[in-house]
Every structure is written in structure tokens, then in C-alpha cells.
């Protein structure tokens, strides 16, 4: 699968306007990646609440783990989505219904989940969707520390870049 082209302004906002994120498919187990994505936007500053039915009315990393997003008390600005393509248009629906109690802004769907007919529904209803991008990927790219990491960005320079 090819990624989907979205303008570095629109992933940066989105990233930037984002306080809380609801995380749909987070797993306790600690090498699954949205265990370790859940932990990385944490120490960025982001309130991620789980969200997953198995491990519902536990905690992951501090925070309580609800069975769906309409268990969730609490306002979320993004659902990030940690499922399979085929599941992820009911979740997406979910989300629309919720947008305006929940004040959700964007659907963010996992690298490798595309699901083009709920991304339209979801824009139609006046939310932004991401699909087949990672945002604990994209914080990275875009405050440049993959390059930190050895990763080539397609950024050549002999200074460091500052970050903002």
C-alpha cells in the first residue's frame, strides 16, 4: 500500500490543535506498537485514553481503558485507530456521533488502515481524516527527531534544526 499524500500543515495542526487523544485498539501488552505509541505521545504532552474492550476498567499507563469511545467521560479532540481496515468504519461512525458531545475534530486512522468511505463520511460530517499515517511517527518527522534517531529524512544539512 502506498502512503496518502497530506500536506506537513495539515498533520502539524492537527498535531498541535490535539490535547487528547482516544486511542482505539491501545493494548497493555508492552510490545504492541500501540502500547509503545500510547506511551510516546504521553511523554509529549498528550492525554491518551485507551480505549479496547478486553481491557476495559484497567489502566494503561495511568490511564483507565474503556470498552468504546461513548464509555469515555471525557472530551477527545482525536480518535487514533489501532484496528483493521474493516473495522474501522463502525468506530469511525462512532466518532461522528460523538463529535459534537465529545468535541472530536479528526479521525486518524493507523499506518496501513484505509478505509476510504468512512474518511468521506467522516470529512462530510466536518471532521479531518488522516489514514495509513502514525502520529507518534509524523510528532517525530516533524519536529525532526527521527533524524536524532539515524533515520534519513530526505533532510540534508550540517545544522542542527531547531525545534519550535
Not at 474492550?53 to 482525536?78: K, N, Q, R, W
Request: hydrophobic share 45%.
Amino acid at each position: 500500500m502506498t502512503a496518502l499524500a497530506y500536506p506537513d500543515s495539515l498533520i502539524r495542526r492537527v498535531l498541535d490543535e490535539t490535547r487528547t487523544i482516544a486511542m482505539v485498539g491501545a493494548s497493555a501488552n508492552w510490545v504492541r506498537p500501540s502500547n509503545f505509541a500510547m506511551k510516546y505521545l504521553q511523554q509529549k504532552g498528550y492525554r491518551v485514553i485507551p480505549v479496547n474492550p478486553v481491557s476495559a476498567g484497567t489502566e494503561i499507563h495511568g490511564e483507565m481503558c474503556y470498552a468504546s469511545l461513548g464509555d469515555i467521560p471525557d472530551a477527545f479532540e482525536m480518535v487514533d485507530i489501532f484496528r483493521r481496515s474493516e473495522d474501522a468504519g463502525a468506530i469511525v461512525d462512532e466518532a461522528i456521533a460523538l463529535k459534537d458531545s465529545k468535541g472530536v475534530r479528526t479521525v486518524w486512522l493507523q499506518l496501513e488502515v484505509i478505509d476510504a468511505a468512512a474518511a468521506e463520511r467522516a470529512e462530510a460530517a466536518g471532521l479531518t481524516a488522516i489514514m495509513d499515517r502514525c502520529p507518534k511517527i509524523e510528532y517525530g518527522r516533524l519536529n525532526h527527531e527521527l533524524a536524532w534517531a539515524g533515520i534519513n529524512t530526505g533532510v540534508i544539512s550540517s545544522k542542527r534544526p531547531r525545534l519550535r
